[in-house]
C-alpha cells in the first residue's frame, strides 16, 4: 500500500469520525501501517506532521469514556473545508494570470488555485514583478486575517501589536497597527523584526474600516511640526516628474520657460528638506520664510 | 532540459485533495481538461485515480469505498463526500493569490472593477479580510502614457525616444533606445534597452523619464531575455569612506554598504561604492554633520551646497 493511499484513508477516516479515534483505533481502521506498534508510532506521527503541514486543523481531545484518559484525534469538517467563493470562471483566470506575472519570492499561487477548481493556461509566462517573501510575512498575514495579535522582538524590545494591513512599497514589506504598548498606530518594516513572531487569539480585535494610504509623500507624514503650506518652485528639467509625483492639482503656476510653481504641505520639516536637496541646485522654497531660512542655514553650516 | 522531481507523496495528497471536489462537482469533466487544471500528465493522473480507487472508510466495504470510472475519456468520482470541499486556504496560499492580485491591480491600466478585482473580493471575503484594506502593494510612480508608448514599443519592436534624466549625473538627455524588457523590482519600475546614444544595453528607471515617443525605425529584438539585476558596483567604481553619526545608520541599511568598522566613539566608519558624483552630493548633503568623509568626496558637499546657496543669496 502505498503512502499517498494511506493519507488518503487517514484523512478520509479523521474526517467521517464524530468523536476523537485514539491512535489504536487509527491503527486497525486505516490500512498501511507497520504492526510493529514502535514502527506504528512513528508512521502515525509524521502523517500526523504532514497533515498540519497541508494546514488540515487536526483536532487533539480526550477519547469519551476512555479509562485510563487516552487522547484521540479528529478533523472537524467545518474547519476543513474552504467557503465557497464563488468565483466566475473570468475570475478564476484572472486570479492565475496573477499569480503567473506576479511572482512572491517562495509562494506558489499553484495549490491556491488547484482549491478553487484549478485554472487551465499558461503557466511559464514571464512576471512583469517579483515581490520578494520574508519569514515573517505568512505568519503577519494570517494575524491580519484573524484579527489576531502579533507579538514580535523590534529593535531590542518587544511589541504586542493588532496588525491592520500589510503593505509592500519602496521595495519593501511594512505592518501597520495598533501598538498596544505605545498606545498608537504604528508602521513596522518586516525585515527589522526580530526572531519568531507570535500570533495570538484570532478575532481579538476590530480593524478599523478605512486605514490611510501609505502612498503619502513622507514630507507630510510622520513629523511634529505644525502643518505649513510651502511654495516651491522647481527648474522646467525636473517639472515632468514633479508635476507626475505631485499630481496637477499641486502646481499653482507654469511659467514660460517650463519652470512650475508647486504647493506642497509640510509635516516633517526634515523630510521636506531631504526632498529639496534631491534637486540640487533645480528647485528653490519660494515661501514661507522660515523653510526658506531652514534650509540656508542647512546648507550654510556643510560651506563654512 | 532535466525532468521536474517527482512529486512527494505530500505534493500528490494536496493535488488530489483539491482535484476530487472538483471532479465530484463537475460530474463527468474529461481526463484532459483535469490534467490542464490541475498540472498534471494524463499518466500520473490516472496512477493517482487508481489510488484513490481503493480508498474509503473503515470497514471498507464496496459502498464505503470511493468510486471511480474512466468512460471514454472522462472521469467520474462518487461516494466522495467526506472529500465534498477541498481544504481551506493556508495563509501562505491566500497570501500568495491576495499578494499577486493586488500587484497586478498596481500596476498601470488595471481595471479597478475587473474580474481579478471582483476575484479578490470574494476570495478576501472566505480569508475574513477585506481585500483593498488588509493588503496593499505599491510598485513605485511610473508614469501610464510612457509605460504605454514602451509597451507599443516592445510589442511591435520599434525604436522609442526618450527624454531621460541621469539622477546620478544631474542631467537630462534625450537618447533612442531598443526597448527590451520593462519590469519592477525594490519598488521601482525600470526599463532595459539598447542605447544609441551610449553604444550599449543600459538601465533606465521610468520615472525619470520625462517623455516617450515611438519612432519609425525596426529593431532586432535580443534572442535572450537580459538580466534583471538591479544594482551591481563594478571593481572599478570609485569608493569612499564616511564616518557615520549613530543618527545616521540608515544608510546601512539604504544603501550596500561594502564595510562597516565600528568606532569607539559610537560612530561607524562605512565604505560605499559610488559611480556617480551628484548621488554622493545629496547624500552628503542630506547627512549634513551627521556624515564626514575620510576619504572620497572631501569638499563635495561644501561646493554643491555652495551652488544651491547662489540660487538663494540673488534674492
Not at chain 1, 124 to 141: I, N, R
Not at chain 1, 165 to 174: C, E, H, I, K, S
Not at chain 2, 119 to 124: H, P
Request: charged share 30%; net charge negative; proline share 7%.
Amino acid at each position: 500500500m502505498s503512502k499517498l493511499e494511506r493519507l488518503l484513508n487517514l484523512t478520509a477516516a479523521l474526517l467521517t469520525t464524530r468523536r476523537p479515534l485514539a491512535a489504536s483505533e487509527i491503527a486497525t481502521r486505516v490500512p498501511g501501517y507497520p504492526s510493529d506498534k514502535v514502527a506504528f508510532r512513528r508512521a502515525f506521527a509524521r502523517d500526523k506532521e504532514v497533515l498540519r503541514d497541508m494546514g488540515i486543523p487536526l483536532e487533539v481531545a480526550p477519547v469519551p469514556g476512555a479509562d485510563p484518559p487516552v487522547e484521540g484525534y479528529r478533523i472537524a469538517p467545518e474547519q476543513y473545508a474552504l467557503r465557497d467563493p464563488g468565483l466566475e470562471p473570468d475570475e478564476v483566470a484572472a486570479l492565475h494570470l496573477a499569480t503567473v506575472a506576479v511572482r512572491v519570492d517562495g509562494l506558489a499561487g499553484s495549490e491556491a488555485l488547484w482549491k478553487l477548481g484549478g485554472a487551465p493556461g499558461e503557466r511559464d509566462g514571464e512576471p512583469v514583478a517579483q515581490l520578494p517573501a520574508t519569514p515573517e510575512l505568512a505568519p503577519l498575514f494570517r494575524a491580519v486575517a484573524e484579527r489576531a495579535p502579533a507579538v514580535f522582538g523590534y529593535r531590542g524590545e518587544r511589541r504586542t501589536l493588532e496588525p491592520h494591513r500589510l503593505t509592500f512599497a519602496r521595495g519593501r514589506w511594512y505592518v501597520e497597527g495598533h501598538d498596544r504598548d505605545r498606545g498608537e498606530l504604528r508602521q513596522f518594516r518586516l525585515d527589522r523584526i526580530e526572531g519568531d513572531i507570535e500570533v495570538g487569539e484570532p478575532g481579538s480585535f476590530e480593524r478599523p474600516l478605512a486605514t490611510r494610504s501609505s502612498q503619502a509623500h513622507a514630507w507630510e507624514i510622520g513629523g511634529h511640526d505644525e502643518a505649513v503650506t510651502a511654495t516651491v518652485r522647481v527648474d522646467a528639467d525636473q517639472a515632468p516628474w514633479v508635476r507626475r509625483d505631485l499630481g496637477e492639482a499641486a502646481v499653482l503656476t507654469t511659467h514660460g520657460d517650463g519652470s512650475l510653481d508647486v504647493a506642497v504641505e509640510v509635516r516633517n520639516r526634515d523630510a521636506f528638506r531631504s526632498w529639496l536637496i534631491g534637486f540640487l541646485d533645480h528647485a528653490e522654497v519660494l515661501s514661507p520664510v522660515e523653510l526658506r531660512d531652514d534650509l540656508v542655514a542647512w546648507l550654510r553650516d556643510q560651506v563654512a | 532540459m532535466a525532468a521536474p522531481p517527482r512529486p512527494t507523496a505530500p505534493d500528490r495528497l494536496r493535488r488530489l485533495l483539491a482535484l476530487v471536489p472538483w471532479v465530484v462537482a463537475n460530474d463527468g469533466p474529461t481526463i484532459a481538461e483535469v490534467c490542464e487544471r490541475f498540472d498534471v500528465s494524463e499518466a500520473d493522473l490516472v496512477e493517482e485515480l487508481n489510488t484513490v480507487f481503493l480508498c474509503g472508510v473503515h470497514p471498507f466495504t464496496p459502498d464505503l469505498l470511493m468510486e471511480v470510472d474512466i468512460v471514454d475519456g472522462r472521469v467520474f468520482i462518487r461516494l466522495a463526500d467526506y472529500f465534498e470541499r477541498p481544504l481551506r486556504l493556508t495563509p501562505e496560499e491566500g497570501l500568495a493569490l491576495v499578494a499577486s492580485g493586488a500587484a497586478l491591480q498596481a500596476v498601470p491600466g488595471a481595471d479597478p472593477t475587473g474580474p481579478l478585482a471582483r476575484a479578490l473580493d470574494k476570495v478576501a471575503s472566505v480569508l475574513g479580510i477585506d481585500a483593498t484594506g488588509a493588503l496593499e502593494v505599491v510598485l513605485g510612480s511610473v508614469p501610464e502614457d510612457v509605460l504605454d508608448v514602451l509597451r507599443e514599443g516592445m510589442a511591435r519592436n520599434r525604436q522609442v525616444e526618450i527624454d531621460y534624466y541621469t539622477y546620478g549625473r544631474d542631467e537630462r538627455t534625450v537618447r533612442t533606445v531598443d526597448p527590451w524588457d520593462v519590469f519592477t523590482a525594490a519598488g521601482e519600475w525600470y526599463l532595459t534597452a539598447w542605447c544609441h546614444r551610449a553604444g550599449g544595453e543600459r538601465r533606465f528607471r521610468l520615472d525619470r523619464i520625462g517623455a516617450a515617443r515611438l519612432e519609425a525605425t525596426d529593431f532586432d529584438p535580443p534572442s535572450a531575455r537580459p538580466s534583471r539585476a538591479v544594482y551591481a558596483a563594478v571593481p572599478d567604481d570609485p569608493r569612499v569612506v564616511l564616518d557615520l553619526a549613530p543618527r545616521a545608520r540608515w544608510v546601512l541599511e539604504q544603501y550596500p554598504v561594502e564595510a562597516v568598522e565600528e568606532r569607539t566613539d559610537g560612530r561607524c566608519r562605512v565604505t560605499l561604492a559610488v559611480s556617480e558624483e551628484a548621488w554622493l552630493e545629496r547624500l552628503l548633503l542630506r547627512l549634513g554633520k551627521d556624515a564626514t568623509p575620510v576619504e572620497g568626496g572631501e569638499g563635495l558637499a561644501a561646493a554643491a551646497a555652495a551652488r544651491i546657496l547662489a540660487r538663494y543669496d540673488d534674492r
